[in-house]
């Protein structure tokens, strides 16, 4: 019997936090204390309204199929919940429910690309939309973000990248791993740029709601851009659902009969008791959401300060995301070694930078979802192993 893979799957990439994790319990395992910086997502437990909702429904006999791309109630919430938060129009029939973010991705890279294609994608950025843009068979053309521009992308360089083959733009703001945010300016630049070549834009803005100075601004809002714009978004980051697995997108009308096809084909629908505890999340009480950022803030404010008292690292303060981007190079390790060595040695698990993209070579990702007194010790253990490598 032959298990020989398809040669497609040598296109497909990973996550490296969830690398790291599995490292990291091993480790735990065997009695060593780590402070857990690689998994993004929030350590609060989802709010007691949404479990509850959630539990009702599965009593209540929501458990059986739905249709596909999400129920009308949840597809009314979502579209009520971005009119109001971020100004952009969309209709209930324009969103598609998924189980996560992610399918969101695969969804749209597998549906507009084919080879011969290009699409342009932030590095360093989140790994899964060089691997799916490698899966689909187009080519995959990265867009630096750098610490000297706030890790917002240079809108002359991507204009010099976009060629007649470029089909797509994936943006996201706020940003994992880099917390950078794009400004009004830098939108209605790229705005333009998308017009006039005419590209969809894949925005990513399931952060949206962390956003710590300012409002957060939308792509879909700027002239032009709403019949081209797929908003991606979903309950984990802001609601604490990540083990929920609840997305959604938000398409221009002509893409939606695909999106639905392709849930039809994949995983038939997404459980439709956990959206009813959507519906409870996007309409209930929302002071958790405020709480939750506010908490994070200051983390943020005690990682970056921690981190920038260390000789040999340097932390721009990151505008959203829950993540630090620490510069390393003063250390004078590559980040994969360095990354290793705090997991190893000093039991800190954190990630590479070039796990994000090769732009990412001289800094690490550090997660601030994680108690203050966790990231007090961890920013120990880090000037513990900075101390060791200047001996």
């Not at 998924?98 to 084919?114: D, Q, R, S």
């Not at 989140?126 to 521009?149: N, Q, T």
């Not at 260390?310 to 360095?338: H, M, W």
Request: charged fraction near 25%; proline fraction near 5%; hydrophobic fraction near 40%.
């Amino acid at each position: 019997m032959s298990n020989t893979l398809a040669s497609r799957m040598n296109r497909l990439g990973t996550e490296t936090a969830f690398e790291v994790l599995v490292r990291a319990k091993a480790l735990e395992a065997e009695g060593q204390d780590v402070v857990h910086l690689e998994i993004g997502e929030p350590d609060f437990d989802t709010p007691s309204n949404i479990v509850e909702s959630g539990i009702a429904a599965l009593q209540a006999g929501w458990t059986h199929y739905g249709p596909a791309n999400g129920q009308p109630e949840l597809k009314q919430a979502i579209a009520d919940y971005i009119q109001r938060s971020r100004g952009a129009v969309y209709e209930p029939d324009q969103v598609v429910v998924t189980p996560g973010g992610k399918p969101i991705m695969f969804f749209v890279l597998l549906a507009l690309l084919e080879a011969g294609d290009e699409a342009i994608y932030p590095d360093p950025g989140f790994p899964i939309y060089r691997s799916m843009i490698d899966f689909s068979g187009a080519k995959a053309v990265p867009i630096a973000l750098r610490e000297e521009h706030d890790f917002r992308l240079d809108v002359d360089e991507l204009a010099s990248l976009i060629t007649k083959k470029t089909k797509l733009l994936i943006l996201n703001s706020p940003a994992n791993p880099t917390g950078g945010v794009l400004e009004r300016s830098d939108l209605e630049a790229i705005a333009r740029l998308a017009v006039e070549h005419d590209l969809t834009v894949l925005s990513d803005e399931i952060y949206a709601e962390l956003v710590y100075e300012g409002q957060h601004i939308s792509i879909a809002t700027m002239p032009g851009m709403a019949e081209r714009t797929i908003i991606l978004d979903g309950f984990s980051k802001t609601y604490a659902m990540t083990g929920w697995r609840l997305g959604y997108g938000l398409f221009p009308e002509d893409l939606v009969p695909a999106m639905n096809r392709l849930m039809v084909n994949s995983v038939s629908c997404t459980a439709v008791a956990i959206q009813q505890a959507g519906i409870e999340a996007l309409n209930g009480p929302q002071e958790a959401v405020g709480e939750f950022r506010e908490a994070f803030r200051r983390r943020r404010d005690l990682i970056v300060d921690g981190l920038n008292r260390i000789d040999g690292i340097t932390c721009v303060r990151p505008k959203g995301a829950f993540y630090a981007f620490p510069n390393i190079t003063g250390t004078g390790r590559e980040s994969k070694p360095l990354a290793n060595m705090l997991l190893d040695h000093f039991g800190v698990a954190a990630l590479s930078g070039t796990a994000f993209g090769d732009a990412g070579e001289g800094y690490l990702r550090l997660s601030y979802a994680n108690s203050e007194e966790n990231l007090t010790k961890a920013l120990d253990r880090i000037d513990a192993c900075a101390t060791k490598m200047r001996a």
